[in-house]
């Protein structure tokens, strides 16, 4: 099941007003690619709460234990959980989420079946507004992840999911709306079959999974480019094991692709760098824009046909802001170098023109971008 899709049901099933839920899912599939980041993205949607448990990382006594009353033994329960007549969850909503549920002891497993059976531990009852859902690992390929089966009983009180190993625009578009690095999504919309790879380190099978991409693709968009290289040599691999060799050399490779444009040649024998332009992150695309608008604000040149075709394609071969951006920087530049009459007998401004002319299709694309806010004028 795709992400969005996964979401989707879940947003069924968990009504948004916090009224009592009456089917509890679960979540199944390989570790790291995204389950608990579901979980999270809805809380975080709603504005509610999220207990994490792993369950596999608990036991029995964490979630009850007995003390001694007046006339009998009567069950208490952990602080961490939400239930009536707990002071530190009055008055709130959220998720208890249940994770890692099938690698969990059976004496866990007991007291998750009454959170499920019935919303409650021994005496203390789940409060009204939150939710409970689980999620469990399908394992690893070789089937060595030690899972446990559940009983006919607890499968017959969950709805099972299986969320997909991944699904590469889904992927693509989640980490580029978080502030991944262009570098990882760009080498995986390059290489799709390496976002959950198999691969060997330590003579140990390893797997690097959507989530292991996603956590160095945000640590390496929190420093500046000229750094990347250098971080990546003392923590890459303990990200990517096996697939850091090859992932560092399309870095190297990247990050120095943009000195080996010749935009002087560029719209000239464009064929001859697309493949290369293609690879770039967005950080670099921007930074090819700024050269290649100094140079034709700055230089004289034929605006030939083929001149205006290959930079068509480099036009369209950009995302929207993009585009905007650089076309406005080539006027504005134009302008503030020439004055507005003479910037417009200039060949930088010719060529725009003239990419208009060819064009009609962005034309009108334009006219749209510029409606929804982005503020070019041709």
Not at 5 to 34: C, N, T, Y
Not at 304 to 326: E, H
Request: glycine share 6%; net charge negative; hydrophobic share 40%.
């Amino acid at each position: 099941m795709k992400f969005n899709d996964l979401k989707k049901a879940l947003e069924l099933l968990l009504p948004a007003d916090g009224s009592r839920q009456f089917h509890m899912p679960m979540i199944m599939g390989f570790p790291g690619v995204g389950k608990s980041a579901l979980i999270a993205e809805i809380a975080a949607e709603r504005g509610i709460q999220v207990i994490d448990l792993r369950l596999s990382q608990h036991d029995n006594t964490d979630f009850k234990f007995p003390i001694m009353g007046e006339n009998a033994v009567r069950w208490v329960t952990a602080d961490f959980l939400p239930v009536k007549g707990n002071p530190r969850f009055e008055g709130t909503k959220g998720i208890l989420f249940l994770d890692e549920m099938n690698l969990a002891s059976a004496d866990v497993l007991a007291s998750v079946f009454q959170l499920i059976y019935d919303r409650r531990i021994g005496d203390n009852i789940i409060l009204d507004g939150w939710h409970i859902v689980a999620a469990g690992n399908l394992g690893y390929e070789d089937g060595n992840d030690g899972v446990v089966e559940f009983s006919t009983a607890l499968r017959d009180r969950i709805l099972p999911f299986i969320l997909d190993k991944y699904n590469l625009d889904e992927w693509l578009a989640y980490v580029s709306a978080n502030g991944c690095s262009d570098l990882v999504s760009g080498y995986i919309k390059a290489n799709p079959t390496k976002l959950y790879a198999e691969c060997k380190w330590q003579n140990e099978k390893v797997y690097v999974t959507p989530r292991r991409w996603e956590k160095l693709g945000l640590m390496l968009a929190s420093f500046p480019q000229d750094q990347v290289l250098s971080i990546l040599k003392y923590v890459g691999e303990g990200f990517l094991y096996g697939e850091f060799a090859e992932f560092i050399e399309y870095v190297s490779e990247t990050l120095n692709s943009i000195e080996k444009v010749d935009v002087r040649n560029l719209f000239k024998n464009y064929s001859k760098y697309e493949e290369m332009i293609s690879k770039m992150g967005r950080d670099r695309v921007f930074q090819l824009n700024s050269r290649i608008s100094a140079y034709l604000v700055n230089e004289d040149f034929s605006v030939t046909d083929t001149l205006v075709k290959n930079f068509n394609k480099y036009i369209t071969s950009l995302s929207d802001d993009l585009k905007v951006s650089f076309l406005r920087d080539i006027k504005n530049s134009s302008i503030e170098n020439f004055g507005k009459e003479v910037s417009n007998t200039k060949p930088a401004v010719v060529l725009i023109k003239k990419l208009f002319e060819h064009d009609k299709a962005l034309d009108g694309q334009l006219t749209e971008i510029i409606s929804k806010g982005l503020g070019f004028k041709k």
